[in-house]
């Protein structure tokens, strides 16, 4: 069974930065476009970025030109780099395949405040 563990949220200033990892268990990750969820409270689950196993990536319009996922396949980690974060950026991160997939792993909190 797939198990996802997210790490490297924490509280960061508005214009800053910071780099979430997903560390991915089983064999599937080779073959799934992997992606970052968000979830604010009281709103639903969205996702943000994903990337094929071939190197497409897809984001969604509030998160271009300052998030970048990235994967590496050895290690069998995907990543989200996220820079000029905003307030409105502050939720629970998760990672996940295709169609969520994999169970939920716990996520990982990005709080943006100053």
């Known amino acids: 069974q797939v198990q996802l563990v997210e790490s490297g949220g924490g509280l960061v200033q508005p214009g800053g930065s910071l780099r979430l990892s997903c560390a991915v268990s089983g064999s599937v990750f080779m073959l799934w476009t992997m992606g970052w969820y968000r979830q604010a409270p009281g709103k639903q689950r969205e996702l943000v970025a994903s990337?094929?196993?071939?190197?497409?990536?897809n984001y969604a319009d509030s998160v271009k030109g300052r998030f970048t996922i990235s994967r590496d396949n050895g290690r069998k980690t995907v990543y989200l780099q996220m820079n000029s974060l905003k307030p409105e950026d502050t939720a629970v991160y998760y990672c996940?395949?295709?169609?969520?997939?994999?169970?939920w792993g716990q996520g990982t909190q990005v709080t943006v405040s100053s």
């Open positions: 990337m094929s196993p071939g190197g497409y990536r």
């Open positions: 996940n395949g295709p169609n969520a997939a994999a169970p």
